[in-house]
């Protein structure tokens, strides 16, 4: 027995060599229908078809857009992954009951799923869009089903996994990104959409979060690794859809539900604007962060386009207020955030880097020539939805400070009021 197992465990160099020859001859035969436009090559991982991404190697195709999840002939499906299958039948638990309006987003997110739909949720920021896919997660793993849980960003897996974990004592949860690669399965996998290339067809339910996030959004070999890593039905999730979404719900290929109220049920932050030369603007933000901080207390953001305009705006700052700086560049980025968190510095200067996925209670936001480029309207809505998070302090002040006008800012603004009226009309 142990015999025969080791005979087929071990592949001869001459099996080895005969399967390498098949594959050339049957990539050839694909690359000679060649019809102008496309080379008949095919890469399953990244459904790449693109004959300038495929490289030629000792007669063997493979693609080279995805070449940096490794090497993988044309022509060749991605082995799946062997994930283990529980079936678990229990309930979340949760810090705090769902609001009404959480629970019926919740329920029809489930309904869709059940009727073997995709659905995004677009829910503001802040309105609790993690805790609505509780229910659909636990209907899952109900009937054995394989769940996981993507996010763009590594340090947001993290935290999900961390809140995961709390929910579901009873799971195992683990968080799949970098630096964190060594156990790869768990009864729920929180990961990376990076890391979802180890997963091809394995998950049943794919939660996908931060869909307009870098480094996912846009990138069309990311967006079909996650197709490919899904055998069943995707549940999205967003503050700010990108077009595609939203095409696709136009054309019926996917059920919305949306969210705008946070569970404290007050509006959301609604930026007011302020026009002026930049010198002038400083000045005034400057007025307005001595009535903040010193006055009131408070704590503020103040977002900058450009990581030379943080450095400077930094040093000036810093003699009225005990400041920090963060950008991408930050070495210290859990220091900063820190001080920032436990009130040691008052103001933290940064760029665009904390669009998202910041909390701290209370605080107040101030973006700075928010008519730069760099200030699109979907990252100013993650901005402003800074603001307000808190059940004890729902509200607070967010302005943009612009030079001129801008089409990003007026569209945020309309964008936020209109996501106010919709849920007051709930
Ligand atoms: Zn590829």
């Avoid at 990244?46 to 000792?58: I, L, Q, R, S």
Wanted: hydrophobic share 40%.
């Amino acid at each position: 027995m142990n015999q025969k197992r080791k005979e087929t465990g071990k592949r001869s160099p001459g099996l080895l060599q005969k399967t390498r020859t098949l594959l050339m001859e049957n990539q050839e035969e694909k690359s000679r229908k060649q019809d102008g436009t496309e080379s008949g090559l095919y890469c399953h991982r990244c459904a790449n078809t693109d004959p300038a991404y495929f490289g030629k190697d000792h007669g063997l195709y493979y693609c080279r857009k995805c070449l940096d999840f490794g090497r993988l002939p044309a022509g060749v499906p991605v082995t799946p992954a062997r994930l283990s299958q529980r079936v678990w039948k229990g309930s979340p638990v949760l810090e705090f009951e769902l609001t009404p309006l959480q629970k019926k987003a919740s329920r029809q997110a489930l309904e869709v799923l059940q009727s073997g739909r995709d659905a995004l949720i677009f829910a503001a920021a802040g309105a609790g869009k993690t805790e609505i896919t509780l229910e659909s997660i636990c209907w899952a793993l109900s009937l054995g089903k394989k769940v996981g849980f993507a996010i763009s960003r590594r340090q947001v897996v993290v935290e999900i996994a961390g809140r995961l974990k709390k929910n579901f004592p009873e799971l195992s949860v683990i968080a799949v990104c970098e630096g964190f690669t060594e156990i790869t399965d768990a009864d729920l996998i929180v990961c990376t959409t990076h890391q979802l290339y180890r997963y091809a067809g394995c998950f049943d339910l794919l939660i996908l979060d931060e869909l307009d996030a870098f480094p996912y959004a846009g990138n069309e070999v990311l967006e079909n690794i996650a197709a490919a890593s899904c055998r069943g039905n995707r549940l999205m999730l967003s503050a700010t859809p990108d077009e595609k979404s939203l095409q696709q719900v136009k054309e019926g290929r996917m059920e919305i539900i949306e969210l705008f109220s946070r569970p404290h049920g007050k509006p959301l932050c609604v930026p007011q604007i302020v026009y002026g030369p930049a010198l002038i603007l400083f000045v005034r933000s400057l007025l307005v962060l001595f009535r903040l901080v010193r006055q009131e207390n408070r704590q503020v953001l103040y977002y900058v386009p450009r990581k030379r305009d943080g450095a400077k705006v930094r040093a000036i700052l810093s003699l009225f207020f005990p400041t920090g700086w963060i950008s991408s560049s930050s070495s210290n980025k859990d220091e900063i955030m820190d001080a920032f968190r436990s009130g040691k510095t008052r103001v933290l200067v940064c760029t665009t880097l904390l669009e998202r996925g910041i909390t701290v209670p209370s605080v107040q936001v101030m973006v700075y020539l928010a008519d730069h480029s760099v200030f699109t309207m979907a990252s100013l809505i993650q901005i402003f939805g800074r603001v307000g998070r808190s059940m004890k302090d729902p509200h607070g002040l967010g302005i943009c400070y612009c030079r001129k006008k801008s089409r990003e800012v007026q569209r945020c603004v309309d964008q936020l009021n209109w996501m106010n009226e919709s849920a007051a009309g709930a």
